[in-house]
């Protein structure tokens, strides 16, 4: 999942940010019969590029994420909003 | 016989050329005419600025080649050592080659082959690791960690709550599918990006798109797998 015109936001910067634009993500299920979603951390990374302007909008897709799990009423990670 | 140990030692200071005897002395008739030329008001005293320049050039022509001639001959490992045999013994056929086009393309060869073995950059003396130390007798450095040191990805698993259909059903609602007729109308009618911003949010009501998914589950059960998982 991702966002194009946000993407667009860093490939102006360094068109290599597509490799990690749109995000992965997986929904599975453990033997334990507990559902997970899975995802790496936007800004971490989007900051491997070296470039201050990607990690910020890094950390902006990391906002987006923290909200979209609110509205989906599963747990906030601490750090994905500090 | 007899057998010594020569220390070779160059050093290039800068305005002052302090060589072996050979070029001292170029460097003392070089200094003397221009001295005597400024002295008798022939030249300007600014000519004096040539000595330098003339003298450190040579001087570090000097050391280029003397440094080269050393380092041929003082073969730092089995590599450098088998490479001047190829060369000496190739020289050694030039001098049995008789006369004519062979013998001086022979001989460009040659020359070419010693001026590259004299350029290339020096060896690193290797010597036997200290105590505690490298081959080169620095502290130790610590193991490099497994990982390269880039900043690495964090990822977040959380756990849903629900069952695996109800949070998928969830998330499919929240995160609509790419409109990708929507989107190829646009960038065939060549719009302005403000458009495609504006299609663009309409499509993401939580700023997210899912561009594509596949149900993996359903094909691992094939191989003995359980457990859907879907990838989106």
């Known amino acids: 999942m991702g966002n194009h015109t946000i993407a667009q936001r860093m490939y102006t910067h360094d068109p290599a940010v597509m490799l990690y634009a749109p995000l992965r993500t997986a929904i599975h299920e453990d ?13 971490t990374r989007f900051a491997s590029f070296g470039n201050p302007d990607i990690t910020n909008v890094g950390r902006e897709l990391d906002a987006k994420l923290a909200d979209l799990f609110g509205f989906l009423d599963v747990p906030v990670p601490r750090h994905l909003v500090s | 016989m007899w057998k010594s140990v020569y220390r070779f030692h160059t050093r290039s200071v800068d305005r002052f050329g302090a060589r072996g005897l050979n070029s001292g002395v170029a460097g003392a008739e070089n200094a003397a ?3 005597a030329f400024v002295l008798h008001g022939w030249a300007p005293e600014a000519s004096l600025e040539s000595y330098h320049q003339e003298r450190l050039a040579a001087a570090q022509e000097n050391i280029t080649v003397t440094s080269g001639t050393m380092r041929f001959l003082v073969r730092q490992n089995d590599d450098e050592r088998r490479a001047r045999r190829r060369l000496l013994e190739d020289a050694a056929q030039y001098q049995r080659t008789g006369t004519g086009r062979l013998r001086e393309a022979r001989r460009a060869v040659l ?21 505690g130390g490298d081959a080169n007798g620095r502290a130790r450095r610590p ?4 990982e390269p040191p880039s900043p690495k990805g964090v990822r977040l698993s959380i756990d849903t709550g629900v069952s695996f259909e109800d949070f998928r059903g969830r998330y499919e609602r929240a995160v609509p599918s790419l409109d990708m007729d929507r989107l190829a109308l646009l960038v065939s009618a060549q719009v302005s990006w403000e458009s495609v911003v504006a299609a663009t949010a309409e499509n993401a009501p939580h700023g997210f798109i899912r561009y594509w998914s596949s149900d993996v589950g359903s094909l691992m059960r094939l191989a003995g797998d359980s457990g859907p998982v879907r990838r989106i």
């Open chain 1, 31 to 43: 033997r334990q019969g507990v559902t997970w979603f899975s995802v790496d951390q936007p800004s």
């Open chain 2, 33 to 35: 005419w221009k001295l």
């Open chain 2, 111 to 131: 020359v070419r082959r010693l001026r590259a073995d004299h350029h290339r950059p020096a060896t690193p003396v290797r010597r036997p690791p200290a105590p």
């Open chain 2, 143 to 146: 193991d490099p960690p497994a």
